[in-house]
């Protein structure tokens, strides 16, 4: 059974930083694109960025672009999300995810596994 377990969330001030991670367990995902998610309260899940199996590819929404950097370890089946110049419509319950097919990065339906999610909070 694949477990996705995210850590590293928190408050934060806006202009900080976190790194958040997501380890997999029960089954190695270095073949599997990766993506991370986030929800905030009374909004839709919405994508945040995602990385190809290889890390050569990685894609991001445009609310984070130059903000955010996900990277990932597949020795250590670990995917992070380096969040920078935090703001306080960054503040959700961020989720990993992990797909194998084709399809749309940014589609939360594309993705087979699902983390419990961590929570980011940023205050003004």
């Known amino acids: 059974q694949v477990q996705l377990v995210e850590s590293g969330g928190g408050l934060v001030q806006a202009g900080g930083s976190l790194r958040l991670s997501c380890a997999a367990s029960?089954?190695?995902?270095?073949?599997?694109?990766k993506g991370w998610f986030r929800q905030a309260p009374g909004n839709e899940r919405e994508f945040v960025a995602a990385?190809?199996?290889?890390?050569?590819?990685?894609v991001y929404a445009d609310s984070v672009k130059g903000r955010f950097t996900i990277s990932r370890d597949n020795a250590e089946n670990t995917v992070y999300l380096q969040m920078n110049s935090l703001k306080p419509e960054d503040t959700a319950v961020y989720y990993c995810?992990?797909?194998?097919?084709?399809?749309?990065?940014?589609?939360?339906?594309?993705?087979?596994?699902w983390g419990q999610g961590t929570q980011v909070t940023v205050s003004s």
């Open positions: 995810a992990a797909k194998y097919y084709s399809g749309s990065y940014s589609s939360a339906n594309n993705y087979d596994y």
């Open positions: 029960g089954r190695a995902l270095s073949s599997y694109t």
């Open positions: 990385i190809n199996w290889s890390g050569g590819t990685s």
